[in-house]
């Protein structure tokens, strides 16, 4: 089948024929399909079907290993615009952000803004946060565990959430009741609205404006710093950029985070027998969490801009259109992986694409996995080594607060046998 027959405006069938039986939404709707119990086995019917889909009103879908791979690292293509297509597209009233931040920028821009950025992800960086993450880490699983033996207890609120929350509030230099009162009210809710993830927007960026704001001619001490501190050439970003990565750098290291560490409690709930291996034998828990990296990215997706027509794998990309990049669909390409719905927490998964690639190449991958590995260590070392003491108490209910993370709303926990205490 050639690129043309998947035209939509050539091919009036193309509907029917392809997205109808498929039940493809058209356009940017395909962020829609985030809440789907089936979403990886339906992503991986669609991948089947063919690795590129024009899902029409300029938006392609590629859903392979080797083309997602590709398409990350295509030197002519730019930074995508599906985060802010996921709150609205241009009506969104958090688009101003979205424009602004790390993840929609290109060539010069990006890469001063970047630099300035990857200062506090830099492998020493990371090494010296892990004292906090581990004493953090510890503090939230004793209390998780402790409360799960006396009645359901929801993973997501009371540790998902808090290890990623109490990093970044360090990483920004913000006193506890600062944050508190500012900054961890916006991520919590049921999560069942859109509006949820534009209140977080709305919320951040109302607070880093008001904080620089208050603090233009004296230092703060943390992330803002970085941020306004020129590069060699003496380049500042705008007072619109600082703010606007403040905003990212927070809800990306949250939102996402929690839902890593919320996807591996949930598959290994699911997978008893994984469970048990990796409560006997802590060296596998890295193993466990890159599978889970691969097997349930909580961001399943990326998004490129193709300013001029490309040949992506034999398929003709039109200039001025968007590829919408299934990493889910690729993290599950038996071409890659084999077995690859399977939940296996020795696979090599060191090819997963949930990091993504080239330029735009996840900068907290390092700290995310570090949080993650921590945390598992502190959680099974203070609970019983006997397998099956953890319980999920309801079925899974998927976010919808923001269309780009796949991860529970919510994961309500009992615990039972011995406590280990």
């Known amino acids: 089948m050639t690129q043309s027959d998947l035209h939509p405006d050539r091919h009036p069938g193309l509907d029917r024929d392809i997205l109808a039986p498929l039940d493809i939404p058209r356009g940017w709707r395909i962020f829609e399909l985030g809440a789907r119990d089936d979403y990886f086995e339906y992503w991986s019917r669609i991948r089947d079907h063919s690795p590129v889909i024009d899902a029409g009103e300029g938006v392609y879908l590629v859903s392979s290993w080797d083309l997602v791979g590709k398409a990350l690292r295509h030197p002519e293509l730019r930074a995508g615009s599906g985060t802010s297509q996921a709150f609205g597209g241009a009506s969104s009233p958090v688009e101003s952000v979205v424009r602004n931040w790390l993840m929609s920028q290109n060539g010069e821009q990006h890469r001063h803004a970047r630099a300035l950025v990857s200062r506090l992800f830099t492998p020493s960086a990371v090494l010296q946060l892990e004292a906090l993450v581990r004493r953090t880490a510890k503090q939230l699983a004793g209390a998780f565990v402790a409360a799960a033996h006396h009645g359901p207890t929801d993973f997501v609120d ?205 900068l907290g991958a390092a700290l995310a996995r570090l949080e993650a590995k921590l945390l598992f260590e502190e959680l099974f070392d203070g609970s019983s080594n006997e397998p099956g003491d953890f319980r999920l108490c309801e079925p899974v209910r998927w976010r919808l607060n923001n269309p780009s993370v796949r991860a529970p709303v919510r994961l309500l926990i009992s615990c039972t046998g011995p406590t280990g205490q």
């Not at 970003?237 to 905003?247: C, F, K, P, Q, R």
């Not at 990306?252 to 290994?268: E, F, H, Q, S, V």
Request: proline share 6%; hydrophobic share 40%.
């Open 158 to 362: 009371q540790v998902a959430q808090r290890l990623p929350s109490e990093v970044v509030r360090h990483l920004f230099a913000v006193d506890a009741e600062e944050w508190s009162a500012h900054v961890q009210p916006l991520f919590v809710g049921d999560g069942s609205t859109q509006s949820d993830g534009y209140a977080a927007v709305q919320g951040l960026t109302r607070y880093f404006v008001a904080k620089l704001g208050d603090s233009r001619e004296r230092k703060l001490g943390g992330v803002i710093d970085d941020l306004r501190a020129p590069d060699r050439q003496g380049s500042h970003l705008s007072e619109a950029e600082v703010i606007a990565n403040s905003v990212l750098i927070v809800t990306a290291a949250i939102d996402t985070t929690a839902g890593l560490l919320a996807n591996t409690m949930l598959r290994l709930l699911e997978n008893p027998a994984a469970l048990a291996r990796v409560r006997a034998d802590p060296a596998l828990i890295p193993g466990a969490v890159d599978e889970s990296l691969r097997h349930c990215p909580s961001a399943p997706s990326s998004t490129r801009n193709a300013p001029i027509a490309i040949d992506l794998g034999g398929h003709r990309i039109p200039a001025n259109t968007d590829l919408f990049l299934s990493l889910a669909a690729a993290n599950r390409d038996p071409a890659k992986f084999a077995d690859p719905h399977r939940f296996e927490v020795e696979r090599d998964s060191s090819a997963l694409l949930t990091f993504g690639g080239g330029p735009h190449f996840c």
